[in-house]
């Protein structure tokens, strides 16, 4: 994995060199934030449920601004130029080349993320269970957003698209309400990969699971990351074919 180092300090450098793009989206996404939770203030008396409502939603949005649907639009981008040939003549592997490029772009927002949580809970053991488990779902949702990237082999342009694969992460990911209130719903809902990246680690930030969930939840990651990885590979293998290489 040595080799995919250089990929890794590129995006960390593009993203300290664009930085304000970085901090525009963190005050969006606050600033998003602060309305929803305004907004459940009004709607729950109780003092001790809305604390527990506010720390679940700040970690949710927080989480999906390291969790993004961007490797979705970037893969897109270089269909559409032709620049994937460029790509592909190198010995690199092109999922390993995009996964460590983007994990450097969301390194400095994964490291504020931490320190808060460790500033919120005083304790280092729910942080190590959470990094854990956000290495196995970094893995399953950058393959989810691979296996959607690959209809930009059929599809002039993945643009639109965009609205609607966030309406479906803001719904099921639960970053306006916690998913449980849907009740009975919320048992076919819990092992969605949106949820998986979100819902469960704010639970397991707010004591609200247990062991068992915990394994339970590592389990679904797991078979989420078996099938995008075995899906993606087989749409890359159809797509490929397809390209033309336009614009290279």
Request: charged share 10%; glycine share 6%.
């Amino acid at each position: 994995m040595k080799r995919y180092l250089p990929i890794y300090y590129l995006g960390l450098k593009n993203s300290l060199i664009y930085r304000a793009n970085m901090i525009m989206k963190l005050v969006l996404q606050l600033a998003s934030l602060l309305v929803t939770v305004l907004m459940w203030k009004f709607i729950l008396t109780e003092s001790g449920s809305f604390q527990q409502m506010a720390r679940y939603l700040l970690v949710t949005n927080l989480i999906s601004l390291i969790f993004t649907t961007g490797p979705v639009f970037q893969f897109a981008d270089m269909v559409e130029s032709g620049n994937l040939s460029l790509y592909l003549t190198r010995p690199l592997s092109l999922y390993w080349y995009l996964f460590n490029y983007n994990l450097g772009l969301q390194t400095p927002l994964l490291l504020l993320y931490l320190i808060l949580l460790l500033f919120l809970l005083k304790s280092a053991g729910p942080v190590l269970l959470l990094l854990i488990y956000l290495f196995l779902s970094s893995l399953m949702f950058f393959s989810l957003m691979m296996v959607l990237a690959m209809l930009s082999f059929w599809l002039i342009n993945m643009w639109p698209l965009r609205s609607g694969i966030n309406a479906v992460y803001l719904l099921l990911g639960g970053l306006y309400f916690p998913l449980n209130l849907l009740g009975p719903v919320y048992q076919y809902l819990k092992y969605n990969p949106f949820s998986l990246v979100t819902d469960f680690p704010a639970r397991l930030l707010t004591g609200t699971t247990d062991w068992r969930d915990f394994f339970a939840n590592c389990l679904a990651v797991c078979c989420w990351l078996f099938l995008s990885v075995l899906l993606g590979k087989t749409l890359f293998k159809k797509g490929i074919k397809t390209f033309e290489g336009v614009g290279a």
